[in-house]
């Protein structure tokens, strides 16, 4: 398990850096001059995700195994059980015999009935005890089966986890090679479709329906994403553009200043982007980008 959650863990830095590198690849910057081989991100160099996808190779086996030695360890433990439960059963009954033996010699003076009584008596006290016994055996093996039943279901949900977690990253990695908006969107979709209300798929898919100039469309998605997390930074500059196109100053500088606040990293983002043109001439607009400046 700490391996599992330190696989999530790198995944979703994956993930997080791609979102970033998506979001600026979407605004229009000046051109930036080339960066070295060492100076770019490491999640950018393609052994990363090669190493992301042989742990998660080497991850499945190692589930695959522990279920498989899980299920012999089981098997041998009931073996074990079973026959130590037989082995005490037996002995059991050869001394309740040994014991009739010897009283029924000691009784044999005192007359036939009693020694029948004797008999019968004995007879019923063995059965009775050996009833017991098995009922207590029986007992532990259900909790036993149980037990591997549920640990059994366990390894099932990770493996399916693993699975989605990779089938995920795979179409991220397709996002980011998408050249149009409408295959973007074709992308985002087949996420939402494994994996229903993902915040930041919906987010991405707003920008690139920002792209298609479809702003009703992206501020819908905005608003669907805001209502489950209102402090989503991305999704408040996502709508912040859309109102801006539409005309609706005043929500757009709200929803701008908002994500600002929330993320730092969107204040210089806000002064080169295009879908605020026609905020420029506006006061508030001014003080937020000189706030960036500063």
């Known amino acids: 398990m700490p391996r599992l959650l330190c696989l999530l863990i790198a995944i979703i830095s994956l993930a ?28 950018d160099k393609p052994l990363v995700e090669r190493y992301i996808l042989d742990e998660l190779k080497a991850l499945r086996m190692e ?30 009954v050869t001394y309740f015999f040994y014991i009739i033996a010897g009283v029924a010699s000691l009784i044999a003076f005192i007359g036939w009935q009693s020694l029948r009584e004797i008999k019968t008596n004995t007879a019923k006290l063995a059965a009775e005890q050996l009833q017991s016994i ?19 279901r366990i390894i099932t949900k990770n493996n399916r986890e693993i699975e989605i977690i990779n089938e995920i990253h795979t179409l991220w990695l397709h996002a980011q090679s998408a050249q149009t908006p409408e295959q973007k969107i074709a992308v985002y979709n087949e996420i939402l479709t494994i994996r229903p209300g993902d915040l930041e798929a919906m987010t991405y898919k707003a920008d690139a329906a920002m792209e298609m100039r479809e702003f009703n469309w992206a501020l819908s998605l905005c608003n669907r994403v805001l209502e489950v997390d209102g402090s989503n930074a991305h999704a408040l500059y996502q709508r912040a553009c859309a109102f801006a196109c539409l005309g609706q100053e005043e929500q757009a500088l709200s929803d701008l200043e908002q994500a600002i606040e929330n993320s730092v990293s969107f204040k210089e983002v806000a002064a080169n982007e295009d879908d605020f043109a026609n905020l420029r001439s506006n006061p508030k607009f001014d003080i937020l980008i000189a706030t960036s400046d500063s």
């Open 16 to 43: 997080t850096t791609l979102t970033v590198q998506g979001a600026n690849e979407a605004e229009i910057d000046p051109p930036q001059p080339a960066l070295t081989h060492a100076q770019q991100p490491i999640l």
């Open 63 to 92: 589930q695959q195994d522990l279920e498989r030695r899980l299920t012999i360890e089981i098997t041998d433990r009931e073996l074990a059980v079973a026959d130590k439960s037989l082995n005490y059963a037996n002995v059991t």
């Open 134 to 152: 098995t009922e207590q055996y029986e007992e532990k093996f259900k909790i036993l089966e149980q037990d591997l039943k549920r640990k059994s």
